[in-house]
T-cell receptor
C-alpha cells in the first residue's frame, strides 16, 4: 500500500534552474494538492487539482506551475528556482475536495536552492 | 481568508506528562482533523471529529470538537518519546472551493526521556 509517492526525496538546485517534482497516488482519489512547509509557517497550499483535467491556485502559487497528467499523477514545476523556494514540498490526495476523512500525504521533497 | 490559531507553538515536556494543545478560529468548521508529522515524514491523520461537542479517543490521544464549532483540542496522556513530532490541526468545510482543508501552523512537541 504505497499511498502517495513523491520523487525525488532530496534536491539541490542552483538559482535559475528548473525542475519538476513528481507525485503519484494509487488510491483512486479524485483530488490532489501541493503544499510547501516552512519553519513556523505550517502547511501552505500552492496549487490543487479538484479532479482530473482541472487545476486551481492556492495560497502561494507564484513561481510554480502544475500539471494533472492523469488521475494518478500531479506534478509541480519550478521554471526558474529562487532561494525563497527552498522548502519541504508535500503532495497530498483525497477522495474529493471537502472529503471528510481528510488528506493522505506523501513523505515530502526537501528542496534547497542555492 | 480563514485562519487557524494553534497553540502552543512548541512544548518541551518530561516523559509521562500529559499534553494539551488547541486550535481556534474566527470561522465555523464542519470537521476538525488532527495530524501528526514525525521528523522526515509527511503528516498522518490521527483523529477526525465531525460533530460539535464530539469527544473522540485514539489510544492515549483524545480530541474534542468545540461546541461553538470554532475550536478543537487535542490531549495526549502519559507522553512517551515516540510522541515527538509536530501536531497540526486542520479545519474543513464541505463543498467549498480552494481545496478547503485549512491547517494550523503546528505545535512542536519534544519529550525528554
Amino acid at each position: 500500500n504505497a499511498g502517495v509517492t513523491q520523487t525525488p526525496k532530496f534536491q539541490v538546485l542552483k538559482t535559475g534552474q528548473s525542475m519538476t517534482l513528481q507525485c503519484a497516488q494509487d488510491m483512486n482519489h479524485n483530488s490532489m494538492y501541493w503544499y510547501r512547509q516552512d519553519p513556523g509557517m505550517g502547511l501552505r497550499l500552492i496549487y490543487y487539482s479538484a479532479s482530473e483535467g482541472t487545476t486551481d491556485k492556492g495560497e502561494v502559487p507564484n513561481g510554480y506551475n502544475v500539471s494533472r497528467l492523469n488521475k494518478r499523477e500531479f506534478s509541480l514545476r519550478l521554471e526558474s528556482a529562487a532561494p525563497s523556494q527552498t522548502s519541504v514540498y508535500f503532495c497530498a490526495s483525497s477522495e474529493r475536495t471537502g472529503a471528510i476523512n481528510g488528506y493522505t500525504f506523501g513523505s515530502g521533497t526537501r528542496l534547497t536552492v542555492v | 481568508g480563514q485562519q487557524l490559531n494553534q497553540s502552543p507553538q512548541s512544548m518541551f515536556i518530561q516523559e509521562g506528562e500529559d499534553v494539551s494543545m488547541n486550535c481556534t478560529s474566527s470561522s465555523i468548521f464542519n470537521t476538525w482533523l488532527w495530524y501528526k508529522q514525525e521528523p522526515g515524514e509527511g503528516p498522518v491523520l490521527l483523529i477526525a471529529l465531525y460533530k460539535a461537542g464530539e469527544l473522540t479517543s485514539n489510544g492515549r490521544l483524545t480530541a474534542q470538537f468545540g461546541i461553538t464549532r470554532k475550536d478543537s483540542f487535542l490531549n495526549i496522556s502519559a507522553s512517551i518519546p515516540s510522541d515527538v513530532g509536530i501536531y497540526f490541526c486542520a479545519g474543513l468545510n464541505y463543498g467549498g472551493s480552494q481545496g478547503n482543508l485549512i491547517f494550523g501552523k503546528g505545535t512542536k512537541l519534544s519529550v525528554k526521556p
